[in-house]
């Protein structure tokens, strides 16, 4: 059986598996949505959301939230939100989202699905209904995104060495520089799906984001940096209740596909093209599970685990393991590398205190699975990344119902020293699955990059749906390349910003914006050195430092 038809027949035995009518809605809020998730977040926070919705299995379902209408967070609209709404048939007009974004220097930003890595002005423009008859729902939400892709300085190697080393790199993980010449147009099938629902469960095709883990701006399998990809799946739509807690969870089977794009502009002599190995285009098939467990004795809490990979087609094999991620099978050492399988594993845990309006969380993932679990317990650190995180909310005026938050998040995807004596591939780069843990030139798990590491933190002034706040960060580029290909210490490519942002409802519109701006030192590595001879003028040298601006706008209408 061939790996398309395997997509195809599990899926069908998911929807036969739970066709069964019941008359639940099973509308999401689309990742990505100005405003609209984190508000329902940090109502949890304050103890006026379900705390058993642990926020690590996303998107969000209008079943969770108890609502007819997920958008409608602030309760703007009519109790009638459909242009249909009975028992039987619901049809609604989804809102439309409008966002722009302009971009000088260098490419910056991760987390907004089918936009690009790009310098210019782009956009991107959605809308949709979603109709529900008995058990069955439809949801169609195409994305159209056009951006001017303008040509900037990418990476510049001067020496033959550096870029055989940069390639070494590039060549297995699909992640091009520029996406093209000239302008870039698409339309994607963005966040839809049909599906079957019965009770808290749904199965279906979709081509929607999705999200594994607690964390907010970075997750380290599944996030919505890249376009959604084809996928059937099976997922709950609310917590699951049980004698031991309630349960939530998801399980896909798709496909990946390429970009199509080299890694850098080729045809410039100084770019040693004769490094270049291009890539399969055929495209690449994805399983992955998650789980998400709230023990019922300790509210507020839960803990959870992720697991996919990626094989290329012509490298897969017959075993129900080759084409399911089942839990934990198939993720131990031996066994995944006699696959040529790209494969990762995380564990996450997530505490909400809502009488101290606060969150912490964690993920912790491999992409090396050890060999035991001695291995385990001796190198714990051995191929590991993680994301950690935390926010707090404070009154600032009760009678306002007005707030101030604070939080913080950090992320490590760079390789540990125990690689230097082990060996083993920088995460979502992967030498036999040659476009890594990417879709259409983007990466499916943390938007950072592979090896790269980024430390944040926010302080904001809430009302409602309002948000006016400030964000400093420090994001370290590709450190895996840099401590590769050069022994000097004052290389290393890290960028400083600083954003303003600001959220805003009037009616049934939601604006949002933002303004960033970047200091990146020693961009893509470089620095002009001065001859020096004595070890005192080390530090004496030009820095090769780069300023980058982004302007986004954005503005959501509820019909």
Known sequence: MTTKNTIYATALLLLLAVAKPHPLSSQTLPLGMPALEDKYRRDQLLGLLDSSISFSVRPLYADALQKSDPHDVDSVRSSETGIINNEEWTVQILPLLWQHQVTSGFPYGWNDGSLIPNVGYQTQLSAGLYARYKFLSIQLRPEFVYA????????????????????????????????????????????????????????GISTENIWWGPGIRNSLLMSNTA?????????????????????????????LDPSGFAPTKQGIPSHYDQYYIP??????????????????????????????????????????????????????????????????????????????????YMEYGRNEPAWDLRDLAVQLENSRAYTVGFRKLFPFNRLRNEHMQIGI????????????????????????????????????????????????????????????????????????????????IRRNWVDLGISALTEW????????????????????????????????????????????FQLTVGMMYRF
Do not use: C
Request: no cysteine; glycine share 10%; aromatic share 16%.
């Open 148 to 203: 001017q892709n303008n040509y900037y300085l990418g990476f510049d190697g001067k020496t033959e060495p550096s870029w055989r080393l940069w390639y070494e790199f590039y060549n297995n993980i699909d992640m091009p520089e520029h996406f093209g010449d000239g302008a870039y147009t698409r339309l994607f099938p963005g966040q839809s799906s049909i599906r079957i629902n019965y009770r808290s469960l749904s199965a």
């Open 227 to 255: 376009p959604g990809f084809l996928h059937a799946t099976i997922n709950t739509t609310s917590p699951i209740r049980s004698n031991i807690g309630s349960f939530e969870g998801q399980f896909i089977i798709g496909k």
């Open 279 to 360: 890539k399969p285009a055929a495209s690449r098939y994805i399983s992955g599970l998650t789980v998400s467990w709230q023990p019922k004795w300790l509210p507020g809490l839960s803990l959870g685990f992720a697991q996919s990979f990626v094989v290329n087609r012509s490298d897969q094999g017959q075993g129900i393991a080759d084409y399911l991620s089942l839990p934990f099978i198939g993720y131990s050492g031996t066994s995944e590398q006699s696959r040529n399988r790209d494969a990762y594993l995380s564990y996450f845990g997530r505490w909400v205190m809502p009488k101290g309006n606060a969150e912490i």
């Open 409 to 488: 998040e950090a992320t490590q995807t760079e390789k540990t020293r125990t690689l230097e004596v082990r060996g083993g591939n920088t995460w979502y780069i992967h030498p036999q699955v040659r476009h890594g843990y990417t879709h259409r030139g983007q990466l499916l798990g943390a938007g950072i990059g592979p090896g790269s590491n980024v430390q944040a933190i926010y302080v904001s002034w809430l009302k409602g749906v309002k948000q006016i706040g400030l964000q400093v960060e420090r994001l370290v580029h590709l450190n895996d390349f840099y401590y590769a290909a050069s022994s000097d």
């Open 505 to 548: 409802d009037y009616r049934k519109f939601i604006f949002s914006g933002r303004i960033h701006y970047a200091r990146s030192h020693n961009y893509q590595y470089e620095l002009i050195d001065h001859p020096r001879e004595v070890r005192e003028d080390f530090w004496n040298f030009t820095p090769v430092d780069k300023n980058q």
